[in-house]
């Protein structure tokens, strides 16, 4: 089984109707070949990524963890520090899309897949995404505490000295 099952990939955040009135705000997608279903992704859980106006990674978050959606994290990013820091946003979701058009139930945060609850697996590519881009507006690193890092080796530098050196006593 597989975590992610869908993802959205540089949305104009100025295309994310966030809600008038009585009228709820939502997140509108459509899948290749599907145009005619659309689905709100507003309740998705996974990772997401904010970018400038260059379409430069800026920051990464995630949604789920404490009941946030990817709509509300959206929202916050709106009116707290880095709300006039994004234009664009990619995001990678957990819940599945039903024939219907509406994300299933069944995939929530303390769910489990492949020995995994969702909780840790957001925790998980969260902090890759963190290690691995280095985002300028992340304030904290990565979570991969557990993890281990390892460095390149790399081999010494033969010169053309060391090249001489060993062709001379092959010879002998």
Known sequence: MTIIKNYGFLWDRKHFFRGAG?????MLGWAKGKKELLVDFRKQI??????????????VGQAGNGN?????????HEKDALWNRWEYFTWIGFKEVNNDGTL??????????SGLSYSAALN???????????????????????????????????????????????KK
Not at 68 to 76: Q, V
Not at 162 to 167: A, E, F, T, V
Request: charged content about 25%; hydrophobic content about 40%.
């Open 68 to 76: 946030a959606t990817l709509f509300g994290r959206l929202r916050t």
């Open 22 to 26: 009585n009228i709820s705000g939502h």
């Open 104 to 113: 299933s139930a069944q995939q929530r945060v303390k769910s489990m897949v």
């Open 124 to 170: 998980e590519i969260e902090g890759i995404l963190i290690e691995v881009i280095e985002p300028k507006l992340n304030k904290r690193s990565g979570n991969l505490k557990k993890a281990v890092e390892y460095f390149q080796h790399t081999e010494q530098e033969v010169t053309m000295a060391d090249l001489k050196s060993i062709l001379n006593s092959l």
């Open 46 to 59: 996974g990772v997401y990524v904010l970018y400038d106006k260059n379409q430069k990674i800026v920051y």
